[in-house]
């Protein structure tokens, strides 16, 4: 049930109990009063009786018109005065001797039944008792002999209270004030309640429902109090708090997920690259022996044969052996091993870089963007120089083959003296990578090279190198054009 309704009706129970109570005390203020106007009636039956035995006598002509004058004739609304002297005509009553009308005959309606009046005034003196008629008494007027209790019958009177009040009684009469008023009531309760409240509460319910079901907090603005307001003000400020808590929360599980998924992408490298490097070794032992047998024999051939065609073919052999030497040795390097132990300056690396790819690099330009004071990094020259050369290599590559006739190689370290790692940058204004590449360019054999310009180890030789030194390798394409490549290397401990 709803509020206000609810409201609305303790209202009318409360209004109703108390005006239950209210009305059965007008009930019986008015049954007093009813019970009251009884006894006065019976009171002045009595005094008419007692008044016309006691102080009248109507044998006395001197009473006559004291008899008329009697103040108490002011509370009857009819009054007849008859003498004994009646004559009884076929049932009908004809008085013949004296008829006093105290009130006045004028002012009697004209349906007055005074016939009937003067048929019990007759049976009132014949029998001396009191008869009911025309709403009013009929009593015989009975008078007493001097110095005698001998009781006479002069005639008799008829006197007719005022009626009772027949109006609505005073206890409906309040029952239906309160009642309306207890309504109106009910009826501007339910009304003000609905604005001032019910509305404002549903509009908040709606509200919290409505972020509750993912959508942004906007609570309906009022202006129907001050605590509705105040209270809107809270759980809009609350609402916000928890979507920012949210959003919050959402941010760090999408963090959570990228850094898992990181981690799992990371671990099957690993793994891959353990079998490959197990697989890698074993080839690499069943090759190298008749590899080697293959190259002595052919420098012995080469050296006896004479003519120039065999010594050609010849030099074709030994280059393409050699070829199939050097792929033997990467993939050697594929092998679980450990790194080299010690600890290197990056910029002695990053010079001898510079100076290694003098010659590969025009037309296109390298800039080393190197801060001051550059701690040592975990990890030999031997180890570091490799994956540097690789990468910067690489980028070489992309510049060549997209056509850039003068291309730009940055490579630059960032670090601060709060930092227990250095982070090194290898970045190009090539065309980049693929994004349905990008995520699997640290994996073997994986490349955007042409056929025959790329075996795809050498990123996943330098992923395999950075691991082991403890540092991390990612890549990302920019968003100006090129590439990316950032590595973490930890710091050298000092001493």
Not at 178 to 199: E, N, P, S, Y
Not at 273 to 298: D, F, K, R, V, Y
Request: hydrophobic share 45%; glycine share 10%; with cysteine.
């Amino acid at each position: 049930m709803r509020l206000r309704l609810r409201l609305s009706l303790v209202l009318l129970l409360v209004n109703a109990a108390v005006l239950g109570a209210l009305a059965f005390w007008a009930w019986q203020d008015e049954s007093q009063s009813t019970a009251d106007m009884h006894r006065r009636r019976a009171h002045l039956e009595k005094q008419v009786r007692e008044s016309f035995t006691k102080r009248f006598d109507p044998s006395r002509a001197g009473d006559i018109p004291a008899m008329l004058n009697w103040p108490l004739w002011e509370e009857f609304e009819e009054a007849v005065l008859i003498d004994r002297r009646m004559l009884n005509l076929d049932g009908v009553v004809v008085p013949v001797g004296a008829v006093l009308n105290p009130k006045g005959s004028r002012h009697r309606l004209p349906d007055f039944p005074l016939s009937e009046v003067f048929q019990a005034l007759e049976k009132a003196a014949l029998h001396m008792e009191t008869v009911e008629v025309a709403g009013g008494l009929a009593m015989p007027l009975v008078t007493r002999a001097p110095f005698s209790e001998e009781r006479t019958v002069w005639g008799g009177v008829f006197v007719k209270l005022p009626p009772l009040p027949m109006g609505i009684p005073l206890w409906l009469r309040v029952l239906l004030v309160a009642g309306g008023a207890t309504l109106f009531g009910a009826g501007l309760l339910f009304f003000f309640l609905g604005r001032a409240i019910v509305q404002p509460l549903e509009g908040l319910a709606k509200a919290i429902q409505d972020f509750g079901d993912g959508k942004s907090p906007c609570l309906p603005t009022t202006a129907s109090s001050q605590e509705m307001d105040s209270l809107h003000g809270a759980f809009q400020s609350m609402m916000t708090q928890i979507q920012g808590f949210q959003q919050e929360m959402k941010e760090q599980v999408e963090q959570a997920t990228g850094r898992a998924s990181l981690a799992e992408r990371r671990a099957a490298q690993r793994e891959r690259l353990a079998a490959m490097g197990t697989l890698a070794a074993g080839l690499a032992h069943e090759i190298n022996s008749p590899l080697a047998g293959a190259l002595q024999g052919l420098e012995t051939l080469r050296a006896e044969v004479r003519s120039e065609r065999a010594q050609m073919h010849g030099g074709l052999t030994q280059e393409a052996l050699e070829r199939i030497r050097d792929l033997v040795q990467q993939l050697l390097r594929l092998a679980p091993s450990r790194v080299e132990a010690g600890q290197c300056s990056l910029e002695t690396v990053f010079q001898n870089l510079q100076v290694f790819l003098g010659k590969r690099l025009p037309p296109h330009r390298l800039v080393l963007d190197l801060p001051k004071n550059l701690p040592k990094v975990l990890g030999s020259e031997g180890d570091l120089f490799p994956v540097f050369l690789n990468l910067l290599q690489n980028a070489v590559d992309a510049l060549d083959q997209h056509g850039h006739a003068a291309g730009l190689i940055r490579l630059s370290a960032q670090w601060s003296p709060e930092s227990k790692e250095i982070f090194c940058y290898v970045e190009d204004n090539g065309p980049g990578v693929e994004p349905s590449l990008l995520s699997h360019i640290f994996e073997p054999f994986v490349t955007n090279k042409d056929v025959g310009q790329g075996t795809g180890l050498g990123l996943a030789l330098a992923h395999a190198t950075i691991g082991q030194l403890g540092g991390s390798i990612e890549a990302q394409n920019q968003s100006e054009g090129g590439l990316r490549i950032t590595i973490r290397l930890p710091l050298a401990e000092e001493g």
